[in-house]
């Protein structure tokens, strides 16, 4: 299994690929600074259809390139929050100002991605779980972000989009959703890591080795946070220094990537603001 959180700035994008070589992405963020995309990623790579994607939070930095990449790159099956209709959904979008063209085309999506799954995609070995709080019991498009879990080989991976503390607290009632926190070895900040999308009471169920934060540089007092005393930490070789690391982010590391060979201790690699593949810092355990 190998993920990839690509550097998108103030956004989120990964692409997961199974060992069978069947992808999976989880959002569509691009940045506009550095000029990556995924839709011109995938398919330089050779990724030219996804068994699944899945849309954390339907806000226009997790959406920004899904109009250029549906162009170019077949979605087979969509995850996303299915609580709220589409026309329901629109309208919050509506009341918050223009939709460019990520959220037209996710709206789209929304719409008419409504066929049950019959056949799911074969993964080679990876399970994925996924939570979301309902609507309208939940009306923000942050607290009505879908949790994704991923779960290889003894590797615990959460995404959990923009989820802020109430809606942490109201996915903490379910033993289920608690149960799957306490495997993730992984863990994804959620809204980037600011400071609205920490719950410490996440931490009394999780335990991971790792943080990872997709976000661009500091500019807000929100954007700091407290990760680090959740983390068990790994060792990290840069150079010629050995170290602990407990927090990863995009805007410090770049582009992050996780090998896990079945069997195997899982391998995590930054790679600054080059997209793989090339040789960077990397830590295995």
């Known amino acids: 299994m ?7 700035g103030h956004g989120f994008c990964a692409l997961l690929r199974c060992d069978n070589g069947n992808c999976i992405l989880f959002d569509c963020g691009r940045d506009d600074e550095t000029g990556f995309r995924p839709s011109t990623y995938l398919p330089a790579i050779g990724v030219r259809s996804l068994e699944e994607l899945v849309i954390t939070n339907f806000d226009a930095d997790h959406v920004a390139d899904l109009a250029n990449l549906l162009q170019c790159v077949r979605v087979e099956t969509l995850f996303r929050n299915g609580s709220i209709s589409a026309a329901q959904l629109t309208g919050i979008k509506l009341n918050a100002g223009f939709l460019p063209a990520g959220m037209r085309a996710a709206l789209k ?8 799954i019959v056949n799911p995609p074969d993964l080679a070995g990876v399970q994925i779980r996924h939570f979301c709080n309902p609507y309208p019991r939940f009306t923000t498009t942050n607290d009505l972000s879908l949790v994704s879990f991923v779960l290889y080989d003894g590797i615990g991976i959460v995404f959990p989009g923009d989820l802020e503390k109430a809606g942490w607290e109201a996915l903490l009632e379910v033993p289920d959703f608690r149960a ?5 070895t992984i863990f994804i900040a959620s809204h980037h890591g600011r400071e609205s999308g920490y719950c410490a009471e996440v931490f009394d ?11 661009k540089e500091i500019q807000h007092e929100t954007q ?3 990760y680090d005393e959740h ?3 790994i060792q990290w070789t840069s150079n010629t220094s050995v ?3 407990y927090v990863l982010t995009t805007r410090k590391d770049g582009h992050i990537r996780i090998n896990k060979n079945l069997g195997s201790v899982y391998r995590v ?5 080059q997209p793989p593949d090339f040789l960077g810092a990397a830590a295995a355990f």
């Open 2 to 8: 190998e993920l990839t959180i690509f550097d998108v």
């Open 109 to 116: 999506m929304h719409e008419t991605y409504i066929e049950p």
């Open 180 to 184: 799957w926190l306490n495997v993730v």
């Open 205 to 215: 169920y999780c335990s991971p080795q790792i943080v990872i934060l997709s976000d």
């Open 224 to 226: 700091r946070h407290c």
């Open 231 to 233: 983390a068990t930490g």
């Open 243 to 245: 170290s602990t690391r």
């Open 269 to 273: 690699t930054s790679y600054g603001s």
